[in-house]
Each structure stands twice: as C-alpha cells, then as structure tokens.
C-alpha cells in the first residue's frame, strides 16, 4: 500500500519542547505517506537529534513550516482537528480518531480541503481557548489508568486512521462544498458580535459564554463561501439599519 497521498493535511505541532519529538513526528508523517508538518513557535531549534530521530524522513523536516502564532497557523484551514484529552464545559464535536464521521472522512478527502490536524504541548496539551477554534475534537481511547502518550506516538496513531480513511475506497470524496477558511469565519464573528452588541443583546463583561456558544454554533454548520456572503451582506444591512 504504497498510494501517494495528494490532500492538503498539514500535520502541526503547538510549542513543541524537544527537538527529538520533532524528527520523530516528521517520520510518522512520512511512514503514513503525508508530507506535510508545521510547527508553531516550538521552544527548541530543530537540532541534530531531530534528523537523527527522522531516519529517511529528513525531507519533511527541511520543509517544516514555522508559524509565529496559533492563528496563523490555522487562519488559511476550512478543516481544523485538534487532539485533545481535555474537559470541556463546552461540549464540542467530538471523535475516537477511529470513528470519525463519514461526513468528515469524505471532506478529508477532497482536494477542496486544507486540512490541519493539531498536537498540543507535551506538558499541559492545547488550551481551551485554542480547542474552541477548531471544528473537530479528536480522542485516542487510552487507558484511563495511564492515558499520556508521547506526541510522536499520537500522531502516529491518528496519521494510521487518516490514512486508512485516504485508502478507504467506500469512502464518498466530498465536492459539493466550497468551504470558507477559519480567517473568514473569525471575520464573520467578528461581525455578528459588533451587530449583537449594536442591538443590546450581548454584553461581553456579563454574557461570558455567549460569543463561544457561537463559534462553535458557526464551526458546526461549517459555512460555504456562498452563504458566507449572504450572512455577511445580512448582518451589514443590519448595521446600516442601526446608524
């Protein structure tokens, strides 16, 4: 099973703290048949040890990608999965990395996806902050006697069942949508909250939890451009209304 893998996924690594765990990322990545790995502002240079840890995937290393920010680093992404163990006062759509939607599967493999699949700190994870910008929780179903896994064992596993969703012929590829970026959504939430504070109905030192309600309300219904405009031509009428 050698198939050469064409989606946009980009495999990305939050404030990394070790340079091996970086090599051995790149060679999971490039075991799955991926290519891509970004890191965002990793606490250590990719040093010796990461090649040595990498082996025959020194490529995906020289062509890591480093981003200076959470957001930038999502902001050109319609698909965002992040792992994570973490509690949520929130619920969030939430997956077994084996028992991902078929919805999600066959947006996975669609050319019209840019895909990210995030990894959290080796210390303390993804904030909940970070957690609630992306569309897709994922969970590995460890014991609940010993859950920590190192990240290179992590995106190993979730690498495998991406992979197998790629090899998965019964899998429909998803074309229809034409998906907005997270940049776009963010705008788009940017302006319904100016529009909701211009109408009295969200207060942002008193109503804490509305403007995360709605982001996730936004991440689930995962926009196309199409209707993108329309809620944002909406929304502007909204305002000219209000001057």
């Not at 890191?39 to 990608?65: C, G, Q, Y």
């Not at 599967?105 to 995030?118: M, N, P, Q, V, W």
């Not at 969970?139 to 064992?153: G, Q």
């Amino acid at each position: 099973m050698n198939k050469k893998n064409n989606i946009d996924i980009e495999f990305i690594l939050v404030e990394p703290s070790h340079s091996g765990n970086i090599g051995a990322c790149a060679r999971a990545i490039k075991n799955m048949g991926f290519e891509k790995l970004a890191i965002v502002k990793p606490r250590k240079t990719i040093t010796e040890e990461a090649f040595h840890r990498a082996k025959s995937a020194k490529d995906i290393l020289e062509n890591a990608v480093i981003y200076e920010s959470f957001d930038q680093a999502i902001e050109e992404k319609n698909l965002i999965l992040a792992t994570s163990a973490r509690e949520r006062t929130i619920p969030w759509p939430t997956f077994y990395i084996d028992e991902i939607s078929e919805e999600i599967k066959g947006e996975l493999k669609s050319e019209k996806t840019k895909s990210a699949i995030i990894f959290g700190r080796e210390d303390n994870g993804l904030s909940n902050e970070e957690l609630q910008k992306c569309h897709i929780h994922l969970v590995i179903p460890t014991s609940d006697e010993y859950s920590s896994l190192n990240l290179s064992h992590a995106l190993q596993l979730v690498a495998f069942e991406i992979r197998k969703i790629y090899l998965d012929n019964n899998v429909p590829i998803s074309e229809e949508k034409d998906l907005v970026s997270n940049l776009e959504n963010e705008k788009l939430l940017e302006h319904l909250m100016e529009v909701l504070k211009k109408i009295d109905f969200y207060d942002p030192k008193s109503s804490k939890q509305v403007k995360t309600r709605i982001e996730r309300l936004i991440k689930k219904i995962r926009l196309d451009k199409m209707e993108m405009g329309i809620l944002r031509g909406f929304l502007s009428k909204i305002i000219d209304f209000e001057k």
